[in-house]
């Protein structure tokens, strides 16, 4: 593994986690590491650190090695600020990347900016280079991706060009209202039931003004009817996913949506979707990563 040495290095840096692969001259992916040391946890002298300890072995001391990153990592609160692009706009304009601050000398760090949309307000950061991906692998694409994860995008694609999204806070609810609330008492931590979840997948979606009545239903469940801690835990995802599903549905109804994010996460939005009578297939989040950035850079380095 010592004598792997990288053309280039692929990041994807977000809020809690960040992957990183050395690619090699063929394009091929030669490594992969992993950290938890995500953007929350680091004030922006850190980041070049960290980056450092994971990818030093890659790298050749007698070159300057491109690292090209996307995610939170290039946030206000991250390694530097990148801009955002406004849609409707490509994905990825590598006339926007940013290059961060270095120490080393044997890298050249690169950022790409997020994407924003003025009306209705909304931001994405990361998800666009795996949308990039996605459309660099389907060229001529027209319609409807979704990206589940802690706030799950829903994305109208046109002409190469992101039009129009919206933003999900579904993944983020899930994990404070199993953790810290009163509901953390009545769920399991990773127990799953297939039929709680669809049940929850369709109240949620056919009543989703009841949403605050269904959570507390979940702890007096379990205290009068003995609900199984993992019956609760399904029932709640489904109810919040059935909640996101109803404010979705201009963008699923009637549309065969491309689900790109962990395979955990897009079989739960795939099932909760089958359920609902809406169509989607997933596609490999590593590989729409991989493809976006791996595109930036070669557009980079041919300029």
Same mark, same amino acid.
């Given at each position: 593994?010592?004598? #792997?040495?990288?053309?280039?290095?692929? =990041?994807?840096?977000?809020?809690?986690?960040?992957?990183?692969?050395?690619?090699?001259?063929?394009?091929?992916?030669? =490594?992969?590491?992993?950290?938890?040391?995500?953007?929350?946890?680091? &004030?922006?002298?850190?980041?070049?650190?960290?980056?450092?300890?994971?990818?030093?072995?890659?790298?050749?001391?007698?070159?300057?090695?491109?690292?090209?990153?996307?995610?939170?990592?290039?946030?206000?609160?991250?390694?530097?600020?990148?801009?955002?692009?406004?849609?409707?706009?490509?994905? #990825?304009?590598?006339?926007?990347?940013?290059?961060?601050?270095?120490?080393?000398?044997?890298?050249?760090?690169?950022?790409?900016?997020?994407?924003?949309?003025?009306?209705?307000?909304?931001?994405?950061?990361?998800?666009?280079?795996?949308?990039?991906?996605?459309?660099?692998?389907?060229?001529?694409?027209?319609?409807?991706?979704? +990206?589940?994860?802690?706030?799950?995008?829903?994305?109208?694609? &046109?002409?190469?060009?992101?039009?129009?999204?919206?933003?999900?806070?579904?993944?983020?609810?899930?994990?404070?209202?199993?953790?810290?609330?009163?509901?953390?008492?009545?769920?399991?931590?990773?127990?799953?039931?297939?039929?709680?979840?669809?049940?929850?997948?369709?109240?949620?979606?056919?009543?989703?003004?009841?949403?605050?009545?269904?959570?507390?239903? *979940?702890? =007096?469940?379990?205290?009068?009817?003995?609900?199984?801690?993992?019956? =609760?835990?399904?029932?709640?995802?489904?109810? +919040?996913?059935?909640?996101?599903?109803?404010?979705?549905?201009?963008?699923?109804?009637?549309?065969?949506?491309?689900?790109?994010?962990?395979?955990?996460?897009?079989?739960?939005?795939?099932?909760?979707?089958?359920?609902?009578?809406?169509?989607?297939? *997933?596609?490999?989040?590593?590989?729409?990563? +991989?493809?976006?950035?791996?595109?930036?850079?070669?557009? *980079?380095?041919?300029?």
């Amino acid at each position: 593994m010592n004598d #792997i040495k990288a053309k280039w290095i692929a =990041a994807d840096w977000g809020t809690t986690h960040m992957r990183a692969w050395a690619i090699g001259e063929e394009e091929n992916v030669l =490594a992969f590491r992993e950290s938890n040391e995500g953007m929350k946890d680091l &004030q922006q002298n850190e980041f070049e650190p960290v980056l450092l300890r994971l990818i030093e072995s890659w790298l050749d001391d007698t070159k300057v090695t491109t690292v090209m990153a996307c995610g939170m990592v290039g946030a206000k609160q991250g390694w530097v600020e990148t801009p955002y692009l406004k849609t409707p706009c490509v994905p #990825i304009d590598n006339n926007q990347l940013t290059t961060a601050n270095t120490h080393d000398k044997r890298i050249i760090v690169h950022l790409v900016p997020g994407v924003m949309q003025n009306h209705p307000a909304d931001i994405m950061r990361g998800e666009e280079t795996q949308i990039s991906g996605f459309i660099n692998k389907n060229k001529g694409f027209k319609g409807v991706v979704c +990206l589940p994860g802690t706030h799950a995008k829903w994305v109208n694609i &046109q002409e190469g060009q992101i039009s129009s999204f919206k933003t999900f806070m579904t993944g983020e609810l899930f994990g404070v209202i199993s953790n810290h609330t009163l509901i953390r008492h009545s769920t399991s931590i990773k127990g799953w039931n297939q039929e709680s979840f669809e049940e929850g997948i369709h109240e949620g979606f056919n009543n989703p003004g009841l949403i605050a009545s269904n959570l507390f239903s *979940l702890r =007096a469940e379990s205290i009068v009817n003995n609900m199984d801690r993992d019956q =609760a835990r399904s029932t709640l995802s489904g109810l +919040l996913l059935g909640v996101e599903l109803n404010g979705a549905q201009s963008y699923w109804k009637d549309n065969n949506v491309t689900l790109i994010g962990s395979e955990l996460l897009s079989n739960n939005y795939h099932q909760g979707l089958k359920v609902l009578g809406g169509q989607s297939q *997933l596609f490999s989040l590593e590989t729409a990563t +991989l493809s976006g950035l791996s595109s930036a850079y070669t557009n *980079l380095v041919s300029d």
